[in-house]
């Protein structure tokens, strides 16, 4: 393909997730796998610069553009040697056009960029659209720091998570030997955080992952705590059965998974009120600390669907809060950096129950944070959890908090 051509072939994705955005029809991800998928003839080098400039766009973007080629011609407007490429040459864009739409603005959406919490500066905003390395978390009884760096000589570990190494953002993991094995999971550090968040001084029991998805967390949790016995509930089927390959690559654990009615979840978690020593709320959310990942999906969020979705990860502590034994846990988590999703749900929901308390966390990764969404000492009153930005903690964006019940 020539260079112009490839300009044409992103516009024509960023189009393909611009209409899926406005539809909340499929993931960028998979967009783009179905459209290399039918354009079997792009070599190689064609998808991966077609992909780059793609997302490129994507990034830099943060209110909708009208189209895709307006977010390529808001590119060029910042790129002498992208705009010489609309030069209407064959399977190439058209010239450029002074009355044309353009894409212009900043990173991140106005409304949203107005709820995020004051800490966040030009640099915390930008480092929320980077590019996000590889992280995986190593089962120690399997492998070891110095058998990995034999593999990957510029792997990194992390000095704050005992489990926890860092790869460049393409390095294809699923080839290796400790992959196959069931030695390494990837697994970003903010999530090896939470897990972390959930081991206190006692060994828990009965663990009960309440939103368990496809058990990125149960899992680090199963290899942790070896000895407990672990409920990984969620309302999908489907992610509950993606848990499946996952499990049997990791071997033997002691996970019962549990399919839940969206909205009669009590039916199924009746029998363990009361009874649980750690409750994980890993909380359906706006998902706004993973854009480095999936920037698409800043597109997607509504005010209406921010509060929907606050409303549900409120009814959701309300549920983990009766099943947590005295002298037991809640840790409750999103990756999301919306005070609406993290402090403000810890305050209302946490520190206003009769008898529960929230910890402050001694780790070395994240910063306490207060209800009211600024940065705190561990010691403040007000405390509402830790926070995991791109910036401070080279993570994606998380808030968790943990409260024990008296
Ligand atoms: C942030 S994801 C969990 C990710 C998972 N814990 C992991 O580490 O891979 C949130 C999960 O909550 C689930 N969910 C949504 N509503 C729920 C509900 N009412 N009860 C339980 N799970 C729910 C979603 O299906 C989704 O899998």
């Known amino acids: 393909m020539t260079p112009a051509a490839r300009v044409q072939a992103a516009i024509d994705l960023v189009d393909a997730i611009l209409n899926a955005a406005r539809g909340q029809g499929a993931s960028a ?5 179905n459209f290399f998928r039918e354009r079997r003839y792009m070599g190689s080098g064609d998808r991966r610069a077609v992909r780059d400039l793609a997302w490129r766009a994507v990034r830099r973007f943060g209110e909708l553009p009208q189209n895709g080629r307006a977010a390529l011609a808001g590119l060029a407007r910042e790129d002498a040697e992208l ?31 107005a709820l995020l919490p004051p800490l966040f500066d030009d640099g915390e905003k930008a480092a929320l659209l980077d590019r996000a390395p590889l992280d995986l978390r190593y089962d ?23 489990r926890a190494a860092r790869l460049p ?29 959930c081991l206190g001084e006692e060994t828990p029991g009965l663990v009960i992952d309440l939103c368990a998805g496809a058990g990125g967390k149960t899992l680090a949790l199963s290899a942790m705590l ?9 309302t999908s089927r489907d992610r509950l059965q993606a848990m499946e390959p996952r499990r049997r690559r990791a071997g033997p654990d002691r996970i019962e998974p549990l399919l839940l009615d969206p909205r009669r979840e009590w039916e199924r978690l009746a029998p363990f009120e009361v009874q649980a020593d750690l409750v994980l709320v890993d909380a359906p959310c706006s998902g706004s600390g993973t854009w480095r990942r999936n920037p698409e999906t800043r597109w997607r969020l509504t005010p209406e669907r921010l509060a929907r979705v606050a409303a ?16 037991g846990a809640l840790v409750y988590a999103v990756c999301s950096l919306l005070p609406d999703e993290g402090p403000r749900q810890a305050a209302r929901g946490l520190c206003a129950g009769k008898g529960w308390t929230i910890v402050p966390l001694d780790m070395q990764i994240g910063r306490p944070i207060g209800a009211d969404g600024r ?17 401070h903690d080279s993570t994606d964006g998380f808030f968790f908090t943990r409260a024990c019940r008296s």
């Open 29 to 33: 991800d998979t967009l783009a796998r």
């Open 83 to 113: 705009a010489a490429l609309f030069d209407g040459s064959s399977y190439g864009p058209a010239p450029l056009r002074d009355d044309e739409p353009v894409a212009t603005g900043g990173l991140i959406p106005g409304w949203i960029e």
């Open 140 to 162: 120690p009884s399997r492998t070891d720091p110095d058998a990995l760096r034999a593999i990957w000589p510029d792997i990194a570990f992390s000095e704050a998570l005992p």
């Open 169 to 197: 953002g393409n390095t294809p993991v699923e080839a290796s030997a400790p992959w196959q094995a069931g030695a390494i999971d990837v697994q970003d550090w903010g999530s090896q955080a939470i897990v972390q968040a």
């Open 226 to 234: 070896p000895a407990a016995r672990i409920i990984a509930s969620d």
């Open 312 to 327: 549900e990860q409120a009814r959701l502590i309300e549920i983990a809060m009766r099943l947590v034994r005295p002298g």
């Open 375 to 391: 940065l705190c000492d561990a010691s403040d009153k007000g405390i509402a959890g830790r926070l995991l930005t791109p910036q």
